[in-house]
């Protein structure tokens, strides 16, 4: 089986319990993280994803809430003795920006860094972002304020699926990424322009036929979460839950 590890939950203001959202896909062969936060280190041990089976980063897209940790993760895993190359795949705007913050950061003059060879996504529904023997990962660009990718995991071994939202309205290319999805992990941060409330992504989870949906991005306000996951089971008809830092799902 493969698992989904979400190693934060909260939208842009973290809390002491909620990180900001990113999470990992692990298989067999390794795992992938899919954008980078808070103490990325620290919470992929408390998670046990060695970092060894670190694959690659894929990153949704270029806002701090989802890129803070990255170059902090870079970082530590070089001085920790990593010589495999570490594969970076997002959209074209997402490379050129993660090839400047990196450039400020002086990468070039890190001694024996290992690779990082970048992959520009194409902007399409489907577009393949990698595959390996254990997943089959597309994209899809969706509505958000900055050029943002949504992305679905084919497991190739169970046949399951999941999809991941990222940051977005309500939009059909979210439906079409989650179509029969065993999972849909949709961002909740509230009804706004570019972010979706909990009923927002009970309606797209419905619209795709999606097995469960599981609530992410949304804002540490612990007096509301019954209510989401009410307004969210009311349009989608299925089961929700509310994503937790830590929380896993195997599919
Ligand atoms: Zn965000
Ligand atoms: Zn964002």
Redesign the pocket.
């Known amino acids: 089986m493969a698992r989904v590890v979400t190693l934060g939950t909260a939208?842009?203001v973290p809390s002491e319990a909620h990180a900001?959202?990113y999470m990992a896909v692990e298989g067999e062969g390794g795992f992938f993280l899919i954008d980078c936060a808070a103490r990325p280190l620290v919470r992929m041990r408390r998670a046990g994803l060695a970092l060894d089976r670190l694959r690659g980063l894929i990153i949704t897209h270029f806002?701090p809430?989802?890129v803070s940790g990255v170059p902090i993760m870079l970082n530590n895993i070089w001085l920790l003795g990593r010589t495999d190359p570490l594969p970076i795949y997002g959209l074209q705007d997402v490379v050129e920006r993660f090839e400047a913050m990196m450039d400020l950061f002086r990468w070039y003059d890190w001694p024996g860094l290992y690779d990082m060879p970048c992959h520009a996504v194409p902007e399409e529904v489907g577009a393949l972002v990698l595959e390996d023997n254990d997943f089959r990962i597309t994209g899809a660009p969706v509505k958000h304020l900055v050029p943002t990718m949504g992305v679905r995991v084919e497991n190739k071994r169970s046949g399951k699926v999941l999809a991941y939202s990222s940051?977005t309205e309500p939009y059909d290319a979210v439906v079409e990424l989650a179509r029969d999805a065993d999972i849909l992990i949709h961002?909740a941060?509230t009804n706004t322009l570019g972010h979706s409330s909990a009923a927002q992504a009970g309606e797209i989870a419905r619209r795709a036929g999606a097995g469960r949906l599981v609530l992410i991005?949304y804002r540490p306000s612990p007096h509301k979460y019954g209510r989401w996951v009410e307004e969210a089971t009311a349009t989608f008809g299925g089961p929700v839950e509310l994503a937790q830092d830590f929380g896993e799902y195997e599919f």
């Open positions: 939208a842009v900001n959202t806002h809430d989802h940051d961002e941060a991005h």
